[in-house]
T-cell receptor, first 112, second 113 residues
Framework: SQKIEQNSEALNIQEGKTATLTCNYT??????LQWYRQDPGRGPVFLLL?????KEKRKERLKVTFDTTLKQSLFHITASQPADSATYLC???????????FGGGTRVLVKP | GAVVSQHPSWVICKSGTSVKIECRSL??????MFWYRQFPKQSLMLMAT?????????EQGVEKDKFLINHASLTLSTLTVTSAHPEDSSFYIC?????????FGPGTRLTVL
């Protein structure tokens, strides 16, 4: 069956360090993968989209890699700040029409 | 750009009543909108895909007669929870599709007493 897995354990990290999150998937062949940020009691906010033919994408302090052989994406937050504390969700397109399936999310806590 | 609003942000209702939630794309047109629900400490679960001018497509296990979806224009989709019961209490989030991305509303917290 299709599965998207993110580390369910919270990631505690010191301010200024790099946070690295993983998203693994099985039995999918996505055309693209997306990362979202969700704060408590709020809807997700789109961060980055990476396509199957792209290895890496950056946006400010964020970097995403996509390895379709390993079926894995890594999400990096460099020079992390307490304001980066949130839950980060990866999502894959699983059908036509932009339909997405989300992983369970990883909570990040950046300590000053 | 790509702002989506939801109204109301929270609602408390009595069991047996119906509740309508609106989702609007404010600065773009969306042929497709999506409705999700999220339980505490869980991820988003897609309920249905709403297409402008046609019937919504519901995910397996979602009762279409209970969760009525109307996508009357390219900027507005509504979800009506009919005859709500306490087990329908949840966080409902809509999104609007733009190119390959979905942009989400802020969510609606529904509490059914």
């Amino acid at each position: 069956s299709q599965k998207i897995e993110q580390n369910s354990e919270a990631l505690n990290i010191q301010e200024g360090k790099t946070a690295t999150l993983t998203c693994n998937y099985t039995n999918y062949s996505p055309a693209y993968l997306q990362w979202y940020r969700q704060d408590p009691g709020r809807g997700p906010v789109f961060l980055l989209l990476i396509r199957e033919n792209e290895k890496e994408k950056r946006k400010e302090r964020l970097k995403v890699t996509f390895d379709t052989t390993l079926k894995q994406s890594l999400f990096h937050i460099t020079a992390s700040q307490p304001a980066d504390s949130a839950t980060y969700l990866c999502a894959l397109d699983t059908a036509a029409g932009n339909k997405l399936t989300f992983g369970g999310g990883t909570r990040v806590l950046v300590k000053p | 750009g790509a702002v989506v609003s939801q109204h109301p942000s929270w609602v408390i209702c009595k069991s047996g009543t119906s509740v309508k939630i609106e989702c609007r794309s404010l600065d773009f047109q969306a042929t497709t909108m999506f409705w999700y629900r999220q339980f505490p400490k869980q991820s988003l679960m897609l309920m249905a895909t709403s297409n402008e001018g046609s019937k919504a497509t519901y995910e397996q296990g979602v009762e279409k007669d209970k969760f009525l979806i109307n996508h009357a224009s390219l900027t507005l989709s509504t979800l009506t929870v009919t005859s709500a019961h306490p087990e329908d209490s949840s966080f409902y989030i809509c999104s609007a599709g733009l190119e390959d991305t979905q942009y989400f509303g802020p969510g609606t917290r529904l509490t059914v007493l």
